[in-house]
C-alpha cells in the first residue's frame, strides 16, 4: 500500500509551485502585502484558472470534485511560497459549509462563483475557541448582532457568521448595520478584520436557517487541516532558507554549515518536520475517509504544526544570524506567517483542550 501522495497531487503541488515562484515571487508578495486590501486580482484568477479555488467544489458547480487531502496539497504550497490569497475561508471553509449546511440552489450558485474566481468570503469563527465578553453573534427575528475581533480573509465580499446554536449567515460585506473593522496582525500577507453586527439582515442563511452543528464542526476541521498544511509550507521553506545560507555564509574561513552546532540546529528543525509532513496528510485523508477521527486528528494536527512550525521558523532565523531578524531579509515572511496560524482557528492550547474534550476528559 503507499501512504504518500498520489502522482496528480505531486503535479498539483509542483505546479503551483512552478507558478509561485516565477509569477509571485517575494518581492511581489512585498507589493501586494503594501496594499490597503492584500489582493491581487491576477492572482486570484490565476488560481482559478489552475482550478486551486475550486479544488473542493463539486465537478457540476465548475470545480474539480477532489478531497481535503487535495487541498491541503495546494495550502502546503500556498504557504511555502507566503502567496497572498484568501484560499482558506473561500476555497476551503466556506465550500464545507456550503456543502454540509446549503441548500442545493446555494450550493449551485455559491460554489460555482467560488471555483471561477469570481467571491471571496470571509469566515467570523474566532469566538467558537475564545469566547469573551461582548463577542460572538447571536439571532433575533432573523437578523443578525454580535460582534467578531479576528475574522479569516476580512476582504471579502461575504462574511460567514455562524451563531452558537450551529446556524450559519452569510453577510455582504457591504450590509446595513454592519461595521468591518481592519486589524493588523504581524503577517501581511493575509487579512483579518474586527466586524460589528447591529441587527444585520443575512444575504441569506444556510440551509433556510436550520441549525448544523455537525456541519459547523465539519467547517473547522477543514479549516483546521488546512491551516496545518499553510504551517508545514512555511517551515519546509524556512528549513530550506537555513540550509541554503548556512552552506554559503562563511566565517573564520569555513561555512557555517561546518560548525557543529549549526548542524545541530538544522538537523533539530528536519527531524521535527518529517513526522509533521506525516500527520497533515493522515488528518486531511481522515476528514474524508474516516469521519469518526476526523475532529480529533484535525485538532492535533493544526496543535502539533503550528508548534514545530514556530520552532523551526524561529531556529531558522537564529541560523541566519542578525540579518535574520531584520525585514530587509524575506526570512521575516516565514515567520510571521506561521505566526498567525499559531493563533488561527484556536491556538495549540485551545485546540488540544477541544481534542481532549472530545475525548471525555475535560
Keep these: ?75 502546503t504550497a500556498l504557504g511555502r511560497c507566503v502567496a497572498p490569497a484568501a484560499f482558506l475561508g473561500t476555497a476551503v471553509m466556506a465550500v464545507i459549509a456550503l456543502r454540509e449546511a446549503g441548500s442545493d440552489a446555494q450550493r449551485s450558485e455559491w460554489m460555482s462563483r467560488i471555483a471561477a474566481g469570481e467571491v471571496r468570503i470571509a469566515v467570523a469563527a474566532t469566538e467558537l475557541f475564545a469566547r469573551r465578553a461582548g ?48 486589524v493588523e496582525t504581524i503577517d501581511r500577507t493575509r487579512r483579518f478584520a474586527e466586524i460589528v453586527a ?39 521553506r524556512a528549513l530550506e532558507k537555513a540550509v541554503a545560507y548556512a552552506r554559503e555564509r562563511v566565517q573564520f574561513g569555513r561555512p557555517i554549515g561546518s560548525f557543529q552546532a549549526v548542524k545541530h540546529l538544522c538537523a533539530e528543525m528536519a527531524a521535527e518536520l518529517e513526522p509533521a509532513r506525516s500527520l497533515v496528510w493522515y488528518a486531511a485523508h481522515a476528514f474524508d475517509a474516516i469521519p469518526a477521527e476526523a475532529s480529533l486528528v484535525a485538532a492535533h494536527a493544526k496543535a502539533h504544526l503550528c508548534e514545530i512550525g514556530t520552532f523551526i521558523v524561529r531556529t531558522a532565523t537564529e541560523v541566519h544570524g542578525g540579518i535574520g531578524f531584520t525585514d530587509a531579509h524575506d526570512l521575516h515572511l516565514w515567520f510571521k506567517r506561521v505566526g498567525a496560524d499559531r493563533q488561527m482557528l484556536g491556538s495549540p492550547d485551545a485546540a488540544r483542550e477541544d481534542a481532549a474534550r472530545q475525548q471525555g476528559w475535560v
Excluded at 427575528?141 to 479576528?150: A, C, D, E, F, Q
Design 1 to 75: 500500500m503507499d501512504f504518500g501522495l498520489s502522482e496528480e497531487q505531486r503535479l498539483l503541488h509542483e505546479s503551483l509551485v512552478r507558478y509561485l515562484e516565477a509569477e509571485v515571487p517575494v518581492s511581489r508578495v512585498r507589493e501586494i502585502a503594501a496594499r490597503d486590501d492584500g489582493h491581487d486580482p491576477a492572482l486570484w484568477s490565476k488560481l482559478a484558472e489552475m482550478g486551486v479555488l475550486g479544488v473542493l467544489v463539486p465537478e457540476a458547480a465548475g470545480g474539480s470534485g477532489l478531497g481535503l487531502l487535495d487541498a491541503a496539497v495546494a495550502a
Design 198 to 236: 447591529e441587527n444585520v439582515a443575512p444575504t441569506e442563511w444556510l440551509g433556510g436557517g436550520e441549525a448544523r452543528p455537525g456541519a459547523l464542526r465539519r467547517m473547522i476541521d477543514a479549516g483546521r487541516v488546512i491551516v496545518a498544511a499553510d504551517a508545514l509550507g512555511a517551515s519546509e
Design 135 to 182: 463577542t460572538g453573534f447571536h439571532a433575533e427575528s432573523g437578523k443578525l448582532s454580535g460582534r467578531s475581533i479576528l475574522v479569516l480573509d476580512a476582504c471579502a465580499d461575504a462574511i460567514l457568521c455562524p451563531t452558537p446554536d450551529g446556524r450559519i449567515a452569510l453577510v455582504a460585506s457591504d450590509a446595513p448595520g454592519l461595521g468591518v473593522e481592519p
